[in-house]
């Protein structure tokens, strides 16, 4: 009786593990545009083992049914990127607002089954988005937000960047995993449209994950005919020059569209004081959306919570910091990213903010012929929210919980009337004062030390302008090619300092000779290169600076200097290399003359440049030279 009631219970057991098709293994899906969102679509996948993998297709819902399908589609895109093999199948000649069911196969077995809807091609249709950024430090925040995306089923997600914190294989493989959470239970998959954040350390990360066409990462797309053109920008490349333009000419091509979204990483005005002004973007982008009648800027990187009422660049007594609030034509600027990224508090307001706070959100945006509206869905309080109903996606669902400030839940925006005026004649500036900005900075001591495992590479600057991004860049093949490792932009305080560690590369590659060099990008597009061999060489030239030798005895060497003001004293002996070989620090130095012996004895012999700073600037240099 008992050994009976075994067997019946192993066969239970046996039954549930035996699948009823063999699944591929495959992963990772997602579903992106890189034409006309109503008869294209890309679908992405990491191919994770088994061969010849093919994507089946069609308009009828077949299951994992793989002979049934009547479309059969090789990848035509294999990119092996962050420890993937992403695959992407991009499809044309679809039709409009239609639903597509897929699996994939391979030499394995058969994916789940999954679909996507293509966009409709006119403007009758309502559209559902939803907008937001920033998933890049919190996985379980950022997996609430995701699950939203699945119970909402918008027509597509616009997300504004910094995905992950580090931008590496491991990092990138748990976000995607994780965005799996927006399929729905049915196997309802949503496009979503990126944009880069200051956490993607190239372009070149989202164009071989999400097979972004625009190399330059700055596109538009249109969804529902004339109904909504989407602009999504670049704040990790210069604002201006050649992005600018092309911005330019898309709106003046676009007249004909309703609404007007635009999507970027910085916030041009962010809502707490922890981060920068981006009065580039306001310049280059801000007079474009007034000009051209932008109707939503959905921005990201603050981590806070912000929407504003409807403003256009402008000065005078009733501006803040550079905004004026117009309802008739102004810009709605919503933001300020929370898909899991650590809160900060908004302490910045401006007297044309409409309200702000600090919790996890994405913006829920639906858009008609009549009007926009702008929710912000408090994504942790939502965690039980049921779905929408498939067939009114507009009604919000039980639990699902809306920010509701004082200014309302509901911000809408209706249609603007098609006025088109000029942008007030102080914006933008002049070629020639970007000119002058330019040749007026200074970068001073750019350097790249080696502290065991990691490189420390440094510089500091005197007169930036506004709007200024770097790129450090490396080469490990003598200055041949180059590949950028980090992006920042500008501080611009009249004076900064910048530091990036070039973690773990000695290790990765030993006994190789690592060149850097920093790359600017101005506010115009103008881009300067700084490499650090130039440096040497105009350094080289040390023969300007006092001779000091050391003592051939003790090799001390005496250094004089004086402070006009109280400073933390830096002292570095730096190589040809502009490495340093040794240093000394004295920490709040009164006033006064001072003389100070470097011992040098473990110092290799040769040509060094002795700098001396004073809280941060450099106040003397001298020549040492140590001989045998
Ligand atoms: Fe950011």
Known sequence: ????????????????????????????????????????????????????????????????????????????????AKGMKNHFVRLEGLKPNTTYYF?????????????????????????????????????????????????????????????????????????????????????????????????????????????????????????????????????????????????????????????????????MRPHTKNKPEHNHQMLNWATLFFKFGVNLAIESDAHVVKSTWPVRPGRGPRSDEGFIRDDEKGTVYVGEGCWGAPLRQPNDDKSWTRASGSFNQFKWIFVDREKMEVRTIRTNDSKWAEAVDPDNIFETPVGL?????????????????????????????????????????????????????????????????????????????AGETYTTISTLASKEKPENNYRVVDTGFAIQKPGKYINYRLRRTFSDGKCVVLDLRDIHKRDGDWQRFPLIEPDPVSHDILIKYSLKKPANVAILLLNPKMQAAARMGFENQNPGAYSKTFDLKGVPNGRYLLVIKANRQVIRRFRVVKRP
């Open 1 to 80: 009786m008992l050994k009976n009631h075994f067997y019946k219970l192993a066969g239970i057991l046996l039954l549930c593990y035996l699948p009823s098709a063999s699944e591929a293994v495959t992963d990772k899906y997602r579903v992106m545009w890189r034409k006309d969102p109503s008869t294209t679509m890309v679908i992405g996948w990491n191919q994770v083992s088994g061969e010849n993998p093919v994507l089946l297709l069609d308009v009828l819902d077949h299951g994992q049914n793989a002979p049934e399908y009547a479309v059969v589609r090789k990848a035509g895109q294999i990119i092996e």
């Open 103 to 267: 699996v994939i196969e391979d030499s394995e077995g058969i994916s789940k089954r999954l679909f996507f809807t293509t966009a409709p091609a006119d403007s009758e249709h309502r559209l559902s988005l939803i907008a937001g950024g920033d998933s890049r430090n919190h996985r379980q925040a950022r997996q609430e937000s995701n699950k939203l995306v699945a119970k909402l089923r918008p027509h597509c997600v616009l997300f504004g960047g910094d995905m992950t914190k580090d931008d590496t294989a491991e990092q990138w493989q748990e976000w995607l995993d994780d965005w799996q959470l927006t399929i729905a239970e049915d196997g309802r998959m949503t496009p979503i449209i990126v944009a880069r954040g200051n956490h993607e350390s190239e372009n070149q990360t989202l164009i071989d994950l999400f097979d972004v066409k625009s190399k330059d990462l700055y596109y538009a797309l249109s969804l529902g005919g004339d109904l909504l053109r989407i602009y999504t920008l670049n704040s990790l490349v210069a604002s201006g020059g050649n992005q600018k333009i092309w911005l330019q000419r898309d709106l003046q091509a676009s007249t004909r569209a309703i609404w007007k979204i635009a999507q970027y990483h910085f916030p």
């Open 401 to 477: 919980v809306l920010w509701n400030p004082p200014s309302g839940a509901v911000i809408t925006i209706p249609r603007h009337q098609d006025i088109l005026e000029e942008p007030p004649a102080s914006f933008p500036p002049q070629e020639e004062d970007l000119l002058a900005a330019r040749e007026a900075m200074e970068v001073l001591d750019f350097s790249a030390t080696r502290e065991g495992p990691r490189v420390i590479i440094k510089w500091s600057t005197r007169g930036e302008p506004a709007g200024l991004l770097y790129e450090l860049q490396r080469s490990l093949d």
